[in-house]
Antibody, heavy 122, light 108 residues
Framework: QVQLQQWGAGLLKPSETLSLSCSVY????????WSWIRQPPGRGLEWIGKISQSGSSNYNPSLKSRVTISIDMSRKNFSLKLYSVTAADTAVYYC????????????????WGQGVLVTVSS | DIQMTQSPSSLSASVGDRVTITCRAS??????LNWYQQIPGKAPRLLIYAASTLQPGVPSRFSGSGSGTDFTLTISSLQPEDFATYYC??????????FGQGTKLEIK
């Protein structure tokens, strides 16, 4: 059973860079895409972006100018960097696996990492 | 972007009740619709994908239906562990995934 374990700094000051990583256990990175999703306290879910095994990435346009997602196949992990953070970036950040049915393109998120609360405060 | 709107935003129900949550897409998304359950303090969990396919391990009291712009999640007989927040998510636009705002299901 695939499990995602994520880690990173939980307290940042405005203008700093958020950096999180996610390791994949019990399965391969190949054949899936890998996303980051965030959830501000008491609010809903926002997709940040995704990366494939080839390194091809797509980002939410609202965050695209500040986001980089990378993948390391040899270490079986992928990472998120969000630059120039503000208080509005305070959220629980989840790493997730994207599963796709190749023939018809249905895709969904499963499983999810445990989540890391990142707080931006001066 | 494809906007997803859930209704109601919150719902009170009793154990044993039948409950239906609605999700509407701003554009037709065929059946590219997934449902997740989130218990407070936990990560979301996939319940249903492709509008109506139950994820293995999910109880059969959960079901999904719909296509195009209108979708429903039904819980046939509420159990105590079902009180949570439910989110729909469209995967039609694979370059920009979006979620509904959530429906919080509370005990009456």
């Amino acid at each position: 059973q695939v499990q995602l374990q994520q880690w990173g700094a939980g307290l940042l000051k405005p203008s700093e860079t958020l950096s999180l990583s996610c390791s994949v256990y019990g399965g391969s990175l190949s054949g899936y895409h890998w996303s980051w999703i965030r959830q501000p306290p008491g609010r809903g879910l926002e997709w940040i972006g995704k990366i494939s095994q080839s390194g091809s990435s797509n980002y939410n346009p609202s965050l695209k100018s500040r986001v980089t997602i990378s993948i390391d196949m040899s270490r079986k992990n992928f990472s998120l960097k969000l630059y120039s953070v503000t208080a509005a970036d305070t959220a629980v950040y989840y790493c997730v696996r994207g599963v796709e049915m190749a023939t018809i393109g249905f895709n969904w998120f499963d499983p999810w990492g445990q989540g890391v609360l990142v707080t931006v405060s001066s | 972007d494809i906007q997803m709107t859930q209704s109601p935003s919150s719902l009170s129900a009793s154990v044993g009740d039948r409950v239906t949550i609605t999700c509407r897409a701003s554009h037709s998304i065929s059946t590219y619709l997934n449902w997740y359950q989130q218990i407070p303090g936990k990560a979301p969990r996939l319940l249903i994908y492709a509008a109506s396919t139950l994820q293995p391990g999910v109880p059969s009291r959960f079901s999904g239906s719909g296509s195009g712009t209108d979708f429903t999640l039904t819980i046939s007989s509420l159990q105590p562990e079902d009180f949570a927040t439910y989110y729909c998510q469209q995967s039609y636009s694979a370059l920009m995934y979006t979620f509904g705002q959530g429906t919080k299901l509370e005990i009456k």
